[in-house]
């Protein structure tokens, strides 16, 4: 599997994802040709709705800091 950068808002129906404008999504190269020649008439303005992300565009994952210790505090509004 490859990931690709969307150039266009797309709802993928059979994976239950959707994109927009540049996000990026995981799929099988054949899958992506698949979309890009099927949609080609339908957006004519770009030269493909999803291009492959190479390594240095990629997002790199990153770990998220430990949410802080907080306390539940019950309102007496009763």
Do not use: C, W
């Not at 690709?4 to 040709?33: M, P, Q, R, W």
């Not at 907080?70 to 007496?76: G, K, M, Y």
């Amino acid at each position: 599997m490859a990931l690709y950068k969307a150039t266009k808002n797309l709802h993928f129906a059979s994976l239950g994802k959707s994109v927009i404008v540049d996000e990026h999504i995981e799929l099988e190269d054949d899958h992506a040709a698949q979309v890009n020649k099927d949609l080609k008439t339908a957006f004519p303005d770009v030269k493909a709705v999803l291009v492959p992300v190479d390594e240095a565009e990629a997002p790199k994952k990153t770990t998220r800091a430990k949410k802080a210790d907080t306390e539940t505090v019950e309102d007496d509004d009763e």
